[in-house]
């Protein structure tokens, strides 16, 4: 019986091809839009994580509390013996210190005389270890414009933007104007190593990246740092991995009395990253619905034409003795067969156009100039694995509902009208 | 019953409601049909013969009286009986052949087949007997767009007759044929009536059609108002 079914699908273009070209289309939507939002959510998150908050961060309970502020004078302090324990407890965790600093860039003459100066908002990584992995955390080795990455602890990296308007190049030199972590002013001399472009409009207007090692002599935070971030060892954002590290730390580490006490945060926690992964956990529910919704009921409409065609077929069947419920549900059969065809198709155009814009991406870095957000200047979608299946729920289940609808006339069909409909 | 008879018919109503009234469309019919029978419900429009092919059929149930075919009394089955009825022991002919247009005609006459759940190879000895019947054993992989009229019914003949029912009904199966088809699909139910002792019960008031009747039963304002053997040369 399926096989007639199937043939007869073959066969009738009109009862085919259109619920077929429907759902692919829906359904080649939902992956894309599904890959592009999972692609842009996750490498915001990723940025964010990567540039400020890790996947779980360690301050202080005052820093925590005045973070905006980049407030290095209530750093942790002994981070070496910290993180010695926190690897021990925690050994597949990736472990790295960060330092946030603001101030005052100066761009001297010949003569020593400021020639132009510029705010500055600035990272201190570490660079120079052997095993440093965080120039590609940062994603930073292919963004390098002029000049080389820094090889000492008095060098670092102007974004090339900024670089151009304190008319700097590899080689120049600049003083940063800032304070110690105790206060004092502090005027330390670097040597720009190179420029790089961030893709990140905030970093590209006043970025620089300096060394740890650098950073904590001119800040006199030798054996402190701001912030302590840890990231998982799947390098992808775990919520539920997270929390379990983050009141494991805080029980064992964290005293709320005491506000120099280590606390941990994990990332969601962060401000605004929270509404980011509720809106992620939300995104797929809503794309489903409305998908499933307007195709349900555009496939409504295409099975009540349909109905109209195969009256006559339907009509044939009862008087042939098929029970009303058979031939319903064989309807739903062949609905199910369409929903299988048209999803296939769909994942496949939507999978194919995810994968064009996973590789090439979408520059959006005019549109947001002015945006103060860590976001990517190319957003790029990401296959992952459930883009190979998402399409099919509401692939399958539009057509059938659609169907289960539209189909309910035959149960309203009187055998005693048969000959007169068949006959006429 | 008697063991050949098929259908018993006693003091059957059939009414219709319209607005607050109703409207009978048969009045107090008594009949019955035996194995073999080839007869015709005649009579104008509106006599109440499809009525009555709708009862026979399990299409429609009596208001008041007693049908009873292949010992089901029709009034009593529910829809899914009625259904398993008409699947298994009723074959149906209608005037517009209502081949599904989308399957060959091997997979029209296969169509009834399939729900028995008749094995593949019973279900193309089946077709091929039923399609040799009917001549169109060549015309197989055609499809009812490519065939003429007169080939379209004989089909539908096919269609009916491949599970050897016990009882054919047919409403006005020649009206949309010409004379010469109409005469050769008459010929060809008369020899199947013949060959397989097939019942077929006409609802028609084409003379074509009464001509090959054994039994006409005139109808007139849903009474049987005449029931008359036609006796064949050889009988008389």
């Known amino acids: ?424 | 019953m008697e063991q050949n008879q098929l259908i018993t018919i006693n003091n059957l109503v059939k009414n219709f409601p319209i607005g607050k009234g109703k409207f009978t469309a048969l009045n107090g019919i008594n009949l019955t049909f035996k194995t073999g029978e080839f007869a015709g419900l005649v009579g104008p429009s509106g006599s109440g013969k499809t009525t009555l092919l709708n009862i026979i059929g399990s299409l429609d149930i009596p208001s008041e009286g007693y049908a009873n075919v292949l010992g089901m009394n029709i009034g009593k089955l529910n829809i899914k009986n009625a259904a398993i009825l008409r699947r298994l022991h009723l074959g149906f002919i209608f005037q517009t052949y209502n081949l599904l247009p989308v399957y060959s005609v091997y997979e029209n006459v296969e169509f009834p087949l399939l729900l028995i759940n008749m094995s593949a190879s019973q279900r193309k000895k089946a077709v091929m007997d039923a399609l040799d019947w009917v001549g169109l054993t060549d015309k197989i992989k055609s499809r009812p767009a490519q065939l003429s009229g007169g080939e379209c019914q004989r089909v539908a003949v096919a269609r009916a007759m491949v599970k050897k029912p016990k009882i054919v009904l047919a409403d006005e199966p020649t009206a949309n044929l010409d004379a010469a088809n109409s005469h050769n699909i008459l010929k060809m139910m008369m020899k199947l009536n013949e060959e397989l002792k097939t019942t077929f019960i006409f609802a028609t008031h084409d003379e074509k059609v009464i001509q090959y009747l054994k039994r006409k039963i005139k109808l007139e304002d849903g009474k049987i108002v005449k029931d008359e053997i036609i006796k064949t040369n050889k009988e008389l």
Request: proline share 2%; glycine share 10%; with cysteine.
């Open chain 1, 1 to 424: 019986m399926i096989r007639f079914l199937f043939k007869g699908l073959l066969r009738d273009k009109t009862r085919s091809l259109m619920p077929i070209l429907i759902v692919a289309a829906g359904v080649a939507l939902t992956v894309l839009m599904y890959c592009y939002m999972t692609g842009v959510l996750g490498e915001m998150i990723e940025t964010t994580a990567n540039y400020s908050a890790g996947h779980v961060k360690i301050m202080t309970h005052a820093y925590k509390k005045n973070k905006a502020q980049v407030p290095n004078d209530l750093a942790l302090l002994n981070v070496n013996e910290l993180i010695s324990k926190v690897q021990k407890d925690y050994p597949t965790l990736k472990i790295v210190k960060r330092i946030n600093f603001g101030g005052l860039l100066d761009s001297p003459d010949e003569t020593g005389e400021t020639k132009k100066q510029g705010i500055v908002a600035g990272i201190s990584i570490d660079l120079l270890s052997k095993n440093s992995k965080e120039l590609d955390r940062l994603n930073i080795r292919d963004a390098l414009r002029k000049g080389r990455f820094p090889e000492k602890s008095n060098e670092v990296l102007l974004s090339d933007q900024f670089a151009d308007k304190l008319e700097l190049g590899p080689g120049s030199k600049v003083t940063l104007i800032t304070s110690t972590m105790y206060g004092a002013m502090s005027i330390q001399n670097f040597v720009v190593a190179g420029t790089i472009d961030f893709g990140m409009e905030m970093m590209d207007r006043s970025g620089m990246i300096a060394d740890i090692t650098g950073i904590q002599d001119a800040l006199d935070m030798k054996n402190a740092c701001s912030e302590i971030l840890c990231f998982l060892e799947s390098h992808t954002y775990d919520d539920l991995e997270a929390i379990d590290i983050e009141q494991s730390f805080n029980a064992k580490y964290s005293d709320i009395n005491d506000e120099f006490s280590p606390v941990m945060s994990r990332l969601k926690n962060e401000s605004m990253m929270s509404g980011y992964f509720d809106y992620i956990d939300n995104f797929v529910g809503i794309l489903i619905f409305i998908f499933l919704f307007a195709m349900s009921i555009v496939l409504w409409n295409t099975g009540l034409i349909g109905g109209l065609r195969r009256y006559g077929e339907v009509g044939v069947r009862l008087a042939i003795g098929e029970e009303k419920g058979h031939i319903y549900r064989s309807m739903i059969m062949e609905s199910i067969l369409i929903g299988i065809v048209g999803s296939v198709i769909g994942t496949i155009i939507g999978l194919g156009f995810s994968y064009w814009i996973q590789e090439v991406g979408i520059n959006i870095g005019g549109m947001i100039k002015d945006s103060k957000m860590m976001v990517p200047t190319v957003f790029r979608a990401k296959i992952t694995d459930t883009a190979y299946y998402i399409g099919f729920v509401p692939g399958l289940f539009s057509v059938v509902l659609g169907t289960m609808l539209s189909g309910i006339g035959i149960y309203k069909r009187k055998t005693a009208q048969l000959f007169k409909e068949l006959d006429t």
